[in-house]
């Protein structure tokens, strides 16, 4: 590799990482804080996901669009999704990114791209594919990533979704999460043995990928390209990533009896955080007084954070019956 | 002035939504094809292209979310389902997702969607061709429902629906279709959360929307023979629910006689009795009433259609019952092969 082209490549990879460890602390300090009962919403961790969250956005820009569904935060994070914003509305402030109306079920930020994200499984991804539909109208030549889990692609829409996103030819990356749980239920309860997923999105005529959702430099290697070939034509492109959550379906604590703990250590081992700051520092694009120096910065900010959102108000009563309609200009 | 039939004054309120705003998209199955939905989508594909004038893939659950998505970053889509049942597969865009969507994230984003559902009726089309759950949508906080009961109207809130920032279900019934007004040829907008009062009288309070106002002003002709004068209240908008007039015209006349084409439990028309009990109650001289379809889903043989469909008579008797005057039941004189199944006598099936 070129120099230049290392510095780059090294420059993308220190940034994916501060982004990836900054979610995990952000996770950490939320299911830290959840016992205290004042973050009154359903909550689900990322913890254990959060690379691909971070690979699949790290190429995009503010006019990139994302979809995404109950397990957001990453997603949002790494999308540009203000952080203040988010903490503020799980403490139901008036100050949340949904005005606390939503709570971490119903993100959005606007600024960012970060469309929406709700907890109907299935629904975000035909909305979606309507971003990216309604941006070619506009011959806007923006990119939208659907994020859904392996669950949604059980749904009828997903292949509804993905059936319209090639007959319209979208600029649409359709990034599957499988972390190998509905709630509690294996995939092996619900899907027939070798169904082969790939082979079924790529005869609907998509182009499909396998990543490894614990390997952030790779992934990170493989969105860069699949996203500079979608600028250049639009074609939707499905990539399943293998990963695995850490803690329990919805809330802040282990699931030990729910899923074994042989499983749950094996993964424990391919942790992103962990292999990526090895990688990193094993090729000299990271120190040790770097990786300080993140931590305390991502300190402060969840501290400010946290702090603000504490002390912001609730919505006012009034605003109980506000937001209904939108108010005709 | 022109005499226009209510399909060509939705395809006029399309067109001119569509000149006027490069953003308005029509879809739906059938939409650009040869039977241009029922007339009301004629020529659109010609003058607009089929990027603007769409076909869509047999997915109703999806597409309603692929047009929220549109509308979400700038589209402005109208949606038509030929049959209002085909919308059911949808319900969780339309509930779940698109009526609370500006609520749920805090007023940041809106959904100017319309879905246009038409309501069928008549020619044996039978329980799943012939629903009108228009009374679902206006449960949904965050929906708006309209529903048009003359041509003049269909253009004016089609157009008005197309600019709201909200999403608007807006029932449409198949067989007001064939009914005219005088249109004027200047652009004009109905607004919406406004009733009308189309008829003016002491003796009750019809209210009424849709097909059932059609019933309803047929009605009101035959009390006139008698001596006997009606308001008659057009909802045009059910939700939201502006109940001034209605509740003006029940302390003046003391009778309110609701009709609405749904079925009877939990239909519309429960909810404006509630709203005049409550607020009207000491000016009611006689129960409120409703006239409705019966608790059971629509039978295709006109041997039993024919007993299904309330008929202007029906008013007129709820009217003259609440003067203490005395009535014959109107299907005493249908039998069972009368051709009541059409929505006039030029009509040749089927749909």
Redesign the interface.
């Known amino acids: 590799m070129q120099l230049k082209e290392l510095i780059q490549s090294s420059r993308h990879r220190v940034e994916a990482f501060y982004n990836l460890l900054r979610i995990r602390r952000i996770e950490e300090a939320v299911a830290k804080n959840y016992s205290a009962q004042e973050m009154r919403c359903p909550v689900h961790f990322s913890i254990g996901q959060e690379a691909v969250a971070v690979a699949a956005c790290h190429y995009l820009t503010d006019d990139d669009y994302v979809t995404s569904t109950h397990r957001a935060h990453a997603h949002y994070l790494a999308k540009g999704g203000d952080l203040d914003a988010l903490i503020a509305e799980f403490y139901g402030k008036e100050t949340g990114c949904s005005g606390g109306y939503g709570g971490s079920m119903h993100l959005s930020d606007l600024n960012a791209g970060f469309l929406g994200s709700v907890p109907i499984v299935g629904s975000t991804i035909s909305i979606g594919v309507g971003a990216a539909f309604g941006a070619k109208l506009q011959n806007k030549n923006n990119i939208t990533v659907i994020f859904l889990g392996e669950g949604a692609t059980e749904e009828g829409v997903f292949f509804e979704s993905l059936n319209f996103a090639l007959l319209h030819k979208l600029a649409v990356i359709f990034v599957c999460e499988n972390n190998l749980y509905s709630i509690i239920t294996s995939l092996d309860k619900r899907r027939p043995k070798g169904a082969d997923l790939s082979k079924i999105v790529e005869s609907f005529g998509a182009h499909s990928y396998k990543m490894d959702g614990q390997d952030l430099c790779s992934m990170l290697d493989q969105f860069q390209t699949i996203i500079a070939s979608m600028r250049h034509s639009p074609h939707p492109v499905f990539i399943e990533c293998e990963t695995y959550r850490y803690l329990e379906h919805c809330g802040p604590n282990q699931e030990l009896n729910l899923r074994s703990e042989s499983e749950i250590k094996k993964w424990k081992k391919r942790d992103p955080v962990d292999i990526t700051h090895h990688k990193l520092m094993h090729e000299n694009f990271l120190t040790s007084v770097d990786v300080s120096a993140f931590e305390q910065a991502i300190q402060r900010e969840i501290d400010h954070a946290f702090m603000s959102a504490k002390k912001a108000s609730f919505p006012p009563r009034e605003n109980l019956m506000r937001h209904v309609y939108k108010e005709t200009p | 002035m022109k005499k226009t039939r209510f399909d060509t004054a939705i395809c006029d309120a399309l067109n001119e939504s569509m000149l006027r705003d490069d953003r308005v ?1 029509v879809i739906g199955q059938g939409v650009p094809d040869a039977s241009q939905t029922y007339g009301t989508t004629k020529g659109l594909v010609d003058t607009f292209g089929d ?1 603007r004038v769409m076909e869509m ?1 047999v ?1 109703e ?15 402005k889509p109208v949606m038509v389902f030929a049959r209002m049942e085909f919308a059911m597969l949808a319900m ?2 339309i509930v ?2 698109a009526a609370k ?10 959904v100017p969607l319309v879905l246009r559902l038409i309501v069928g009726r008549g020619w044996g089309q039978g329980a799943q061709h012939s629903q009108s759950l228009h009374n679902w949508f206006t449960h949904i ?2 929906l ?1 429902v309209v529903a048009p009961a003359t041509a003049y109207d269909a253009k004016g809130l089609l157009i008005s629906s197309i ?4 999403p608007v279900i807006f029932i449409e019934h198949r067989w007001l279709h064939y009914t005219t007004s005088l249109i004027p040829k200047d652009a004009y907008t109905v607004p919406l959360g406004v009733p009308n009062l189309i008829k003016k009288g002491p003796d009750a309070s019809v209210v009424s929307s849709s097909y059932a106002t059609l019933d309803a002003l047929k009605a009101s002709e035959i009390l006139a023979k008698d001596g006997i004068h009606i308001d008659i209240i057009d909802l045009r908008t059910l939700t ?1 629910l502006n109940d001034e007039i209605i509740l003006e015209s029940v302390k003046k006349t003391g009778r309110l006689i609701v009709c609405d084409q749904g079925t009877l439990t939990s239909g519309f028309a429960a909810e404006i009795i509630s709203r005049v009990t409550e607020k009207a109650f000491t000016y009611l001289k006689e129960p409120p009433v409703r006239i409705t379809l019966p608790d059971c889903p629509s039978p295709t043989t006109r041997g039993l259609a024919n007993y299904y469909y309330p008929m202007p008579e029906h008013i007129v008797n709820a009217v003259k019952k609440s003067h203490k005057k005395s009535v014959i039941d109107p299907y005493a004189n249908v039998n069972a092969s009368d051709y009541l199944d059409i929505p006039n006598k030029s009509f040749t099936g089927p749909f």
Do not use: R, T
């Open positions: 998209i990027k893939p997915a659950a999806s597409m309603v979310g692929i047009m929220l998505g549109a509308a979400l970053v700038g589209i969780d865009q779940n997702q969507w500006h609520y749920m994230f805090g007023g940041k984003s809106c906080p965050g708006k600019e709201d920032p909200n939201p």
